[in-house]
């Protein structure tokens, strides 16, 4: 069993810039949004008018400054970097709960990282298939993992429930040992 | 075998946990609940069948599939109703 403090530093080949460089995000607040019957239409205006946000009614991942949603099934998404008055003002139209414990964030990035990934990710991540803002939410080493791609580098992020994450990081830094992989603490963005 | 989860895409089976025939329409009362429950056909051929992406967007999918081949035609959000 992996501790928690054995996952923070430089694991497998120690020489050279690492293959895979994992940040692991603290203090990022998430919301879960899952639309009401007949909410659909009011929540996408508030969204816009609100928070500059278009949902996405396909797995995809927008931004709009500190804010960020992943879509994660018909008509429910994760907001990141969610405000505390999200509930309210979505007030009649979604249900939001507070999910900021519930996942642990991390972002995947590095000139391996496709290779590492792909000995778990069952979808073809290549930019052909999954450009940046595409999102999946699928199964990792079976732990399930929400993961969309934030930039042509290219460069990720996860969601990991948070009881299963050092399972999923003991998964990853023995996928990316024979690159070479860092892991490191991050702040929190959306 | 994969499945076309409307919304995700085109996913590997493992994904999913399949429940079985769609057809079926659960008895309102006792009445005819022993038939719902034991009397199925088991057709060579199309079937529409109940399939759950728990491990994706937790949409409970009607799948049409060939039982005897496995070739799948068709999958919709079963939230939508019987059609
Ligand atoms: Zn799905």
């Given amino acids: 069993m992996l501790e928690t403090a054995q996952i923070y530093g430089r694991h497998g080949v120690a020489e050279g810039l690492a293959g895979v460089t994992a940040e692991v995000i603290e203090g990022l607040s998430i919301a879960s949004v899952a639309e009401r019957r007949h909410g659909a239409a009011g929540l996408a205006e508030l969204m ?30 994760l907001v990141l970097g969610a405000p505390p008055d999200l509930g309210r003002s979505l007030h009649g139209v979604a249900s939001v709960t507070e999910q900021s414990d519930g996942f642990v964030p ?60 050092v399972s999923f990081m003991a998964w990853l830094i023995a996928s990316g040992a024979e690159f070479g992989i860092e892991v490191v603490p991050a702040k929190g963005r959306g | 075998m994969k499945l076309p ?33 034991y009397l199925r056909d088991n057709p060579a051929g199309l079937l529409q069948e109940l399939w759950y992406h728990g491990q994706g967007c937790r949409s409970w999918l009607v799948v049409e599939r060939d039982t005897l081949d496995h070739s799948v035609t068709g999958a919709r959000l079963a939230r939508g109703g019987r059609s």
């Fill in chain 1, 48 to 77: 816009a008018i609100n928070y500059g946000l278009t949902l996405p009614r396909r797995p995809a991942h927008v931004g709009a400054g500190a804010l960020g949603a992943v879509a994660v099934g018909p008509g429910r998404w």
């Fill in chain 1, 106 to 165: 991390v972002t995947l990035s590095g000139p391996s990282v496709l290779k590492c990934l792909a000995k778990g990710v069952p979808l073809d991540l290549h930019a052909a298939a999954f450009p940046p803002g595409s999102a999946a939410t699928t199964i990792v080493a079976h732990i399930g993992v929400t993961l969309w791609c934030l930039d042509a580098t290219p460069r990720f992020a996860l969601l990991i429930a948070r009881s299963y994450w």
């Fill in chain 2, 5 to 37: 989860c409307p919304f995700c895409g085109l996913r590997d089976a493992h994904e999913f946990s399949y429940l079985g025939d769609a057809g079926p329409h659960r008895p309102e009362t006792a009445e005819g609940f022993h038939d719902y429950v």
